[in-house]
């Protein structure tokens, strides 16, 4: 296990970090005596967020699929704070529901967001982590490594991420810079309850097999992160067994397609019933929704 280093004086960019992991992240990178750059699409929010944090802060709204936006961030972020140490592409959203019946842009756009979303944000950063020799952080999800129904886009968008820092990892690693893929489970946040506001999605959620059945509080699953950015970790998971399903994991896709199957054959009457669900789920999905419809 790689040694812990301080994060005393240390620059951190968190994208999405007005709410959820990203806000608790950045508090506690801050508690560790990091600067913090927090990006999101909530000025408001981010405001908040950095004016309550104990160490030298400032913030930025940006959209992390915008190429030009997020490299003038980039460059912004250099002349506030001189340097960037560790960067946490952690913006996401989700949308639920059958494949042949979701909308096609909120589709789309967790794909974009999620995944292109953190290679624009590696893009953007990359030059001044390769000047640190510095860190970045792809947060995927339990989702990269089971491969589940009624969660097509947000599945496919998570299993890009891991890719894409992997690859990224064996591009850069010879330059100083370490990339790691950050896992969590089901996880305290506005997106995992907007998501429980649909009942046959909260039904389905409900009948996993433990462990992967339960919500996990904040707090412990962030503490994590931030020990994984502390040692640079190439692998990080908010939750313990977590690590476990790694072994495992090239048996899932053939277990979860027999259950599967079971699982929408009981569920499609009630599917039928309550109709076709549209748009991103949560607080953060409505801010993405928001930021779009100001951009038409």
Known sequence: MSRRRSLEGQ???VTGAARGVGELLARKLSARGA???????????LKRVSESLRTDSAHW?????????????AGEVKDR???????VANAGVASGGPFVDSDPVSWRRVIEVNLIGGAVTGRAFLPQLIASRGYFLQIASLAAITPAPMMSAYCSSKSGVEAFAHCLGAEVGHKGVRVGVGYL??????????????EV???????????ANRTYPLGPAVDRIVAGIERRSRHVYGQWWLRGMQGIRGYLPSVIGTV?????????????????RTGLVGAGGAADEGERAAKR
Request: no cysteine; aromatic share 4%.
């Open 11 to 13: 620059v951190a960019v």
């Open 61 to 73: 709204h940006g959209d992390v699929t915008d190429h030009d936006a997020m490299t003038r961030i």
């Open 185 to 198: 489970s089901w996880t305290d946040t506005d997106m995992v309850r907007g998501a429980d506001e649909d």
């Open 201 to 211: 999605m909260r039904d389905l959620r409900k009948r996993l097999p433990w462990p």
């Open 81 to 87: 704070f001189g340097k960037v140490d560790l960067v």
């Open 35 to 45: 600067k913090v750059a927090l990006i999101g699409l909530e000025p408001d929010e």
């Open 260 to 276: 599967g199957q079971r699982e929408m054959r009981r569920i499609e009457p009630r599917l039928a019933e309550a109709g076709t």
